[in-house]
């Protein structure tokens, strides 16, 4: 790190000394040529970036303080300080990528432009600070300024750009991208309001809106000058183009997409990419001759119906309404995207050659609208021809499924695709009827196979399968996991699996260990480097040399207080957030995801209820069971109901449990509303045990689990997702297995699951549900979670009840094993040195060899 030599003297300002020494300032030494390039007037003006040292970064930061929010540094609020010092990391990145996009455009590579619904991306300034090498600069330019670096980390707002798992893989996998100097744009939506901002009323969830961008976002930036109209709506026609019959659209309406970037540093290597959302405005917002005669709501009808189309996250699509809606959202950034990228070509660009320059991945089935978007251009708009257009399209895709469920492979109506997008409909029928003959030209007249394969469903109502579509256009398609994607291929696709052999790959996921090692956990991060050395963050494999450490009681011995330093740490965030408290002594037991019915929480409430049923009735003493606090973080979809009672029941049952003296405190249920990666990132290194306890063959991957492992917690599971892949590499006495396979899943289902049968057959189990049935945790009124009861008993499709007495079986051993704490903190150490596999930087790389092909260019 270098420092000026002309930091402020005894009795100056920071302020007065920025102005007396200006002159004398020294600029970064990199010019950074215009991207407009060099023969454009405004290259005359090279962009250079702020001076890589402290004294160079109070001046910017003076600088943006004073003309960016209109304030003297002895006049500014928290919140003028953060903006201001946000800014001036910014400033640092914006050089470096000016000069990315200057290479790219001089000399172009095939890049990935990653389609994604949604970005659940954290905070921003340390992972900027982190990849840029800024932080020790940083906090001592603060210090210099009389500032706190912390005050203005505690001012940062999380985006409210996602919601689980996909949002945040989507996240990591931009940040493994720019490390690995990919060019890449990251494509999705400017969400306002993004899904909710989760309260708890009387133990219910309450969705409230997440107005993040209250205050204005410094780490974004508009370019309304980009932007492009998207449209909807109207009708077809065919015309004659010289003799050659073609189609084209007549929308019925447009909207604005405005575009608004983010910068995506890669670690340490200079590289910046970029994160394109897209913000809908109306293209004719107001107008002033019905404001003029008194309808003032008529006058900004338009205007508000078109930003509904980036209002929310996943509106609720119970109604016809939020159906059309999320269809609307879908379209909109995928055209505004595919769009974005072919303006940038140049006009002589060949595109027959459109594969050499990008690959589209669809990361799900949000963006699938896009492949007949893509073909509209290409045959409607540049005149190809059907077949080339459709060759060039079929290897400029690549398609992701997250999902085994069938009800989680989106289908559009027919109804709502033609009054919405009729073009693409057509486009859609032709792809459907082409590839149709092609499965008649291999198998026959089969007409249940073709049925079967058919990109359109006939029942119950005509609709299109948008993972068919996706499958058929892409040139490849993943799963995200090694049992994920064979199912995938056996299970939910089996006839596309056959008909395009080699098609089908695996990717499994990852995370990035520069946010969930190093940011999330110092500590460890710091204890990791003193063992091996620098280097693994960008080459986490290197984790297996911590091996041979977990046998050198000095080395557990402080991995055990980097452990205990983290609880504590997430005991003062919790205090101050919800007023919880994380108890002493007390095994942290973490169950942190989406709330859904195959995810089990149910099952989670089901083994506490039997601890409490254990200790109240008398049947154990409650000394006897080993004292856990068991933390829930989830939020559930607002249309779902099921899932929104579960949330209930285990806040009523935190409620009970944590107020009874008889369990003298040795039980502890937290439920922390409105959960998020800032607060990930203080639960998952704090955590004792994960749970990852889906029902097997339903998670495709999951990637909470990968975070807990490699931070140090052991993981209760069954062999579902990846949890097959981290039991196979930290072996299966560090990991707590319980459980059906999928086979016997599969099997139990053939001969058929009656889930009264094993509330009969365990008393531990009928204690529990009996113990819900009867209102004890809800008033006495029976009523109130009857619906759940029911559930279980008699409906139950995700087998709770199945797995229930393996499940505590298992849990009885985590207890034991807790007992032991030394062998405890060995096996939680060769899970961190086993778990290197789970980089985002290696699911990247794998994505490079066996589907992008696209090479680095650093």
Request: proline residues 5%.
């Amino acid at each position: 790190m270098t420092t000026s030599d002309s930091s402020p003297t005894a009795g100056e300002t920071p302020e007065t000394h920025a102005e007396t020494s200006a002159a004398t300032e020294t600029a970064d030494t990199t010019a950074v040529p215009h991207p407009l390039g060099a023969s454009h007037p405004l290259a005359l003006a090279p962009v250079t970036g702020p001076a890589s040292s402290v004294d160079g970064f109070v001046r910017q930061f003076l600088r943006n303080l004073n003309h960016e929010r209109g304030v003297a540094l002895s006049a500014s609020n928290d919140a003028d300080r953060y903006f201001a010092f946000a800014l001036t990391v910014r400033d640092y990145l914006m050089a470096r990528w000016l000069e990315d996009l200057r290479r790219q455009r001089e000399k172009p590579s095939k890049g990935v432009a990653y389609l994604s619904a949604e970005y659940l991306l954290g905070r921003q300034l340390d992972n900027n600070l982190l990849a840029s090498g800024l932080t020790d600069i940083a906090t001592e330019a603060m210090a210099a300024c009389g500032i706190d670096i912390d005050e203005l980390r505690a001012q940062e707002v999380e985006p409210g750009l996602g919601n689980g798992g996909l949002g945040r893989l989507a996240a990591c996998f931009i940040d493994s991208l720019a490390t690995l100097a990919v060019p890449n744009t990251g494509y999705g939506i400017r969400y306002e309001y993004g899904i909710f901002r989760q309260t708890f009323e009387g133990g219910q969830q309450v969705e409230q809106p997440d107005a993040w961008l209250t205050l204005g976002s410094p780490w974004e930036f508009p370019h309304p000058e980009a932007s492009r109209r998207i449209s909807f709506g109207g009708h077809t026609e065919t015309y004659d183009d010289e003799g050659t019959p073609r189609s084209r659209w007549v929308p019925g309406w447009h909207v604005q997409a405005v575009p608004y970037n983010y910068l995506v540093p890669g670690y340490l290597n200079g590289w910046v990419n970029t994160l394109r959302l897209w913000s809908a405005k109306a293209t004719d917002s107001f107008d002033l001759r019905v404001f003029n005669s008194g309808d003032y709501e008529e006058a900004v009808r338009a205007q508000t119906y078109a930003e509904n189309i980036s209002k929310v996250l996943y509106p609720e699509d119970s109604t016809p309404q939020g159906k059309e809606l999320r269809l609307q959202q879908q379209y909109f950034f995928a055209a505004a995207s595919i769009g974005d990228f072919l303006e940038q070509l140049p006009d002589d660009f060949d595109l027959t050659t459109l594969p050499d320059r990008i690959i589209f991945q669809l990361n799900d089935t949000h963006p699938v609208i896009g492949v007949p978007e893509l073909m509209r251009v290409l045959v409607d708009e540049k005149k190809l021809e059907w077949d080339a257009a459709w060759a060039i399209t079929q290897k400029c895709f690549a398609y992701t499924c997250h999902t085994l469920l069938p009800e989680a492979l989106e289908v559009w109506s027919v109804d709502l695709l033609g009054r919405l997008l009729p073009r693409q409909l057509e486009i859609i029928y032709r792809i459907n009827e082409e590839f149709l003959d092609e499965v008649r030209e291999r198998y026959g007249d089969d007409e249940m196979r073709i049925r079967n394969m058919s990109i359109i469903s006939e029942f119950p109502d005509r609709s299109v399968r948008m993972a068919y579509l996706a499958t058929v256009a892409s040139s490849k398609v993943n799963g995200v996991a090694k049992l994920h994607s064979q199912l995938l291929r056996e299970k939910v696709l089996p006839d596309f699996n056959e008909f395009y052999p080699g098609k089908f790959t695996n990717v499994t996921n990852g995370v990035t260990p520069r946010r969930f090692i190093r940011l999330a956990n110092p500590g460890l991060s710091d204890l990791i480097t003193e063992a091996i050395g620098t280097g693994w963050l960008t080459d986490l494999e290197r984790l297996r040399e911590l091996e041979t450490y977990a046998e050198n009681p000095d080395f557990r011995a402080a991995f055990a207080e980097v452990k205990a330093a983290n609880k504590r740490r997430l005991d003062r965030v919790m205090r101050d957030r919800d007023g919880f408290e994380i108890s002493d002594g007390h095994l942290l037991d973490a169950m942190v995801k989406r709330l859904h019915e195959y995810k089990r929480q149910m099952l989670k409430v089901l083994h506490i209820v039997t601890e409490y049923e254990r200790v109240v009735s008398g049947r154990v003493a409650a000394s006897d069971i080993q004292p856990r606090t068991f933390i829930f973080g989830a939020k559930a979809a607002p249309g779902y109901v099921m899932a929104k009672r579960i949330i209930h029941l285990i806040n009523a049952v935190g409620e009970v449990v944590n107020a009874d003296p008889r369990v003298e405190g040795r039980l502890k249920v937290l439920f922390t509303p409105n959960y998020n990666v800032t607060l990930a990132e203080r639960v998952i290194p704090a955590a004792d045990l994960s749970e990852q306890i889906s029902l097997a063959g339903k998670e495709a991957s999951g990637t909470g689990n990968m975070k807990f492992a490699l931070n140090g917690a052991l993981t209760i599971g069954t062999d579902d997702g990846a949890n097959v892949e981290i039991r196979e590499l930290v072996g299966d006495e560090n990991f707590f297995l319980f459980g059906m396979s999928e086979p016997e899943v599969e099997a139990l289902w053939a001969r058929g699951y009656k889930p009264a049968e094993f509330y009969q057959a365990d008393e531990n189990l009928r204690r529990a549900i009996d113990l819900i049935a009867s209102g004890a945790f809800s008033g006495g009124d029976k009523s109130v979670f009857e619906p759940i009861v029911s559930n279980l008993l008699y409906d139950d499709r995700f087998m709770v009840l199945a797995d229930y007495s393996s499940y505590i079986a298992e849990q009885a051993k985590v207890d034991a094993a807790y007992a032991d704490q030394d062998a405890w903190t060995h096996a939680a150490i060769l899970n961190v040195a086993r778990c290197g596999f789970f980089s985002s930087d290696r699911s990247i790389r794998d994505y490079i060899a066996r589907i992008w092909h696209t090479p680095p260019v650093l």
